[in-house]
């Protein structure tokens, strides 16, 4: 599992996200992912391109929830917004935690 990176969004502009939840056939092992990209018109879109990929890897997928992110590389900005399905539940704090590495992660790249 440690082959497939835990946030994969485009570098900028306004586009849908999704939270989708990783694991083993027979539920060996589980952990959450985030995917985005403008290139999606609807959520769905976004799964139907990871879950192919994941399968390949071994791996089932659920779709858990999702949003709307707008992601500004040059600022250093993200702002999440929109009617998530997936917001005010224990499974956004999943989203989060992954976010919150992610953009940790970024700003001290983008400081060296």
């Known amino acids: 599992m440690a082959a497939v990176q835990d946030v994969e969004i ?10 989708v939840r990783l694991q083993r056939p027979g539920g060996e092992g589980q952990r959450h992912i985030v995917r985005g990209t403008k290139a999606a018109e609807f959520h769905n879109h976004i799964f139907d ?5 994941m399968e390949k890897l071994g791996y ?8 709307k992110i ?10 999440v917004f929109g009617l998530s399905t997936v917001s005010a539940s224990p499974v956004f704090c999943q989203f989060f935690l992954l976010f919150w590495d992610f953009c940790f992660i970024a700003r001290w790249l983008s400081a060296l």
Do not use: A, Q
């Not at 391109?49 to 990929?53: G, H, L, R, T, Y």
């Not at 089932?60 to 949003?67: F, I, P, R």
């Not at 707008?70 to 702002?79: A, F, M, P």
């Open 10 to 19: 485009d570098p900028e502009g306004t586009f849908k996200y999704i939270l």
């Open 49 to 53: 391109k990871v879950n192919p990929e």
């Open 60 to 67: 089932e997928c659920k779709c858990l929830g999702g949003g």
């Open 70 to 79: 707008d992601h500004n590389s040059k600022d250093k900005k993200i702002r």
